[in-house]
């Protein structure tokens, strides 16, 4: 029971490797759906196991299993979302469907990770499934080479500067293992070999939140790889790179100076080159990818306050920017059912060509801009009280200016929605499973910023 999120991922996976081999592919979707969703009732199933493994490398608790839950809810909106064999080609499916899964298995071991070596290894097993899906466009193939290839060159760069932090972290502790590393950290953490092991460490876990300054390949590879492929590398590795950065910035019994400073400055160059770029961009993808680096901003204000209130905020901000940006996306991938990617001129009078997708592009811009009663304006403020009151000021009067610059162009996304002519663009028809995503998604973002504490206490019992 307490492998049963991973061992149902590992078996979805073995399952889709097998339809890989078969001829038959007429029913593909429907039983990547039904497996995904078997999923998602699996991870729910273990969501109190507590226990360890492995020697005490694998820890399952109620803290890792609430990120498991989010991923898996992740793949499984992503799952559902795929529905177009154009993104894709036909022959490459089930490989393709293989690899998300495998890097869904990787990212929820990574939750539960406590030991340096494990770390790596579920890190790896994410990243090379995902090397091997960004490539899988059918269509544009320079900038899905291009984009395959910085991914690939940018991973790999970020996975040996995060281990050559580790390799600091055991030359003072002795041991790979968080606890051995808790004990021995605080006589190093005021010194500069304390704070270089622990910024090269969190180095992978920036690259996958494309935090500044690893946040160059997150538009190329937004722009070159196909919407839903995009919309998994946007969402669910986001979720296991913050739960091992709040593990790791937990490992500090107290924020040094230094190290507080560093990640302030971080914070606040991601945000405000995130949100001032993103004014410039008309590729919606690209504007999400640079909207993207200026919310990894955002959510280090949990990371810096370094106590249970911050890491139940980024926990909270993590969850409904899940939300928010599956909304975005799915957006993109209903208008494009050929592949193709979205510029802002082609959202013109969308609200005419089909309302619920103009609604629910709304809301999710809304709330991705921070405006009440979605549930970014409440995450973004849980986020400022708890960095506010660690007395950090200056980060959340930034984190403050470069929300208000932000609504410029989450704005402008329904500005063109709901004032400009379609221009005799074609009406968009929805299925029935395509409306019930839609309104599920309105749902939780309106319901995460209406009703934020029953969750809120959850994630702040989790620590």
Not at 108 to 121: D, H, Q, R, T
Not at 138 to 167: D, H, I, N, P, R
Not at 322 to 338: D, G
């Amino acid at each position: 029971m307490l492998l049963l999120p991973e061992l149902s991922m590992l078996l979805l996976s073995v399952v889709f490797l097998f339809l890989s081999l078969a001829d038959r592919k007429e029913s593909l979707f429907f039983w990547a759906r039904a497996m995904a969703l078997a999923g998602l009732v699996m991870t729910l199933a273990g969501v109190a196991g507590e226990g360890e493994l492995f020697s005490g490398a694998y820890r399952v608790d109620l803290f890792s299993q609430i990120f498991k839950v989010l991923i898996s809810v992740g793949f499984c909106y992503v799952v559902f979302m795929f529905g177009s064999e154009d993104e894709v080609d036909r022959r490459y499916l089930p490989d393709y469907l293989m690899f998300l899964t495998f890097s869904t298995l990787g990212l929820m071991m990574l939750a539960s990770a406590v030991e340096l070596i494990s770390i790596v290894i579920s890190l790896e097993i994410s990243s090379f499934s995902l090397y091997a899906v960004v490539p899988l466009r059918k269509s544009q193939t320079k900038l899905q080479l291009e984009a395959a290839v910085k991914y690939l060159f940018f991973g790999a760069v970020s996975t040996g500067v995060m281990l050559f932090g580790m390799g600091y972290l055991y030359a003072m502790a002795g041991s790979t293992f968080l606890a051995d590393i808790v004990r021995t950290l605080p006589a190093f953490i005021s010194q500069p070999i304390g704070i270089l092991a622990l910024i090269l460490t969190m180095t992978g876990f920036f690259f996958k939140l494309s935090l500044f300054p690893l946040h160059f390949w997150a538009p190329d590879i937004y722009e070159g790889a196909s919407n839903t492929t995009t919309t998994f590398i946007a969402t669910v590795p986001k979720i296991a790179a913050v739960a091992l950065l709040v593990r790791i910035a937990m490992l500090a019994p107290s924020v040094s100076p230094p190290l507080a400073n560093i990640l302030i400055i971080l914070a606040a160059l991601s945000m405000t080159m995130g949100n001032l770029v993103g004014l410039i961009q008309r590729d919606v993808k690209r504007l999400l990818a640079y909207s993207g680096i200026a919310h990894a901003g955002y959510l280090m204000l949990g990371v810096i306050s370094l106590n249970s209130d911050g890491g139940a905020s980024a926990i909270y901000y993590i969850a409904i920017y899940l939300f928010m940006n599956l909304a975005c996306f799915y957006v993109i991938i209903l208008m494009s059912r050929s592949g193709e990617n979205v510029m802002v001129d082609d959202l013109a009078g969308l609200s005419r060509r089909s309302p619920l997708l103009a609604l629910t592009l709304a809301v999710s811009a809304f709330s991705l801009a921070g405006i009440p009663p979605t549930g970014g304006f409440t995450g973004k403020f849980f986020l400022f009280v708890s960095a506010f009151q660690e007395g950090y000021l200056t980060i959340v009067i930034i984190g403050a200016v470069n929300t208000v610059i932000s609504i410029f162009y989450y704005l402008n996304l329904v500005r063109m929605s709901y004032s400009r002519e379609p221009e005799s663009r074609p009406t968009i028809a929805l299925h029935f499973h395509e409306k019930a995503l839609c309104y599920t998604l309105i749902f939780m973002i309106l319901y995460m910023g209406l009703v934020p504490f029953g969750l809120l206490d959850i994630f702040q019992s989790a620590f």
